[in-house]
């Protein structure tokens, strides 16, 4: 599963940006998106289910983020708003099996995301 990430870029503080995830086969899989802030680890942002039935955001970024899906185009979209400096970092779409509960299997380039004060 080839999975590519789009939609990052540069802006300032309380701007809005859409990313997207798209691949062939993304309809069949549970979908999350994960960042990478300069000097800190990767970590889970959201996640909707291959269906989009279930979406999970962290509490950093609710209200602000939102997550969604459209079969037709065979993508997965990550919705910012009133980003913030901590938003910044390169964001990754990653993919996996459906009930599997286990980690991510499949994995996007990377789209990086630089949000100014």
């Known amino acids: 599963v080839q999975l590519q990430a789009s939609g990052g870029g540069m802006v300032q503080v309380g701007d809005s940006l859409r990313l997207s995830c798209a691949s062939s086969?993304?309809?069949?899989?549970?979908v999350a998106w994960f960042r990478q802030s300069p000097g800190k680890e990767r970590e889970f942002v959201a996640s909707?289910?291959?269906?989009?039935?279930?979406?999970y955001l962290i509490n950093d970024v609710k209200g602000r983020f939102s997550i969604s899906r459209d079969a037709a185009k065979n993508a997965v979209y990550l919705q910012m708003t009133n980003l913030k400096p901590m938003d910044t970092g390169v964001y990754y779409c990653a993919a996996r099996t459906p009930g599997s509960l286990g980690t991510y299997e499949f994995w996007g380039q990377g789209t990086l995301v630089t949000v100014s004060s």
């Open positions: 909707t289910s291959f269906n989009g039935g279930a979406t």
């Open positions: 086969a993304i309809n069949n899989y549970d």
